[in-house]
C-alpha cells in the first residue's frame, strides 16, 4: 500500500477522479413510458426462467441417470 506522501511526490500523479459520460444516456429523453419498460423486464426475466427449468429438467435426468 502506498501512502499519500508516496503517490503525490511522484512525476504527473493526480488524485483526481472523475467519471466518464456515457453518451448513449445522452437522449434519455427518447426513453420509452416507464410501463412500456416494465414490461419488457418482466418478459425477459420469464424468458431466463424457462431457460433456468429447461437447465434444471435436463441436470435432473443427467442426474437419474448417472445414479443408474
Do not use: H, T
Not at 419488457?40 to 437419474?64: N, T, Y
Amino acid at each position: 500500500m502506498y501512502g499519500y506522501k508516496e503517490l503525490i511526490n511522484r512525476d504527473k500523479a493526480s488524485l483526481d477522479i472523475f467519471w466518464l459520460k456515457d453518451e448513449s444516456l445522452s437522449g434519455s429523453g427518447n426513453l420509452p413510458a416507464p410501463e412500456v419498460i416494465a414490461a419488457e423486464i418482466i418478459e425477459d426475466l420469464r424468458a431466463a426462467l424457462e431457460q433456468f427449468e429447461g437447465i434444471a429438467v435436463d441436470l435432473a435426468g443427467a442426474g437419474a441417470a448417472q445414479s443408474r
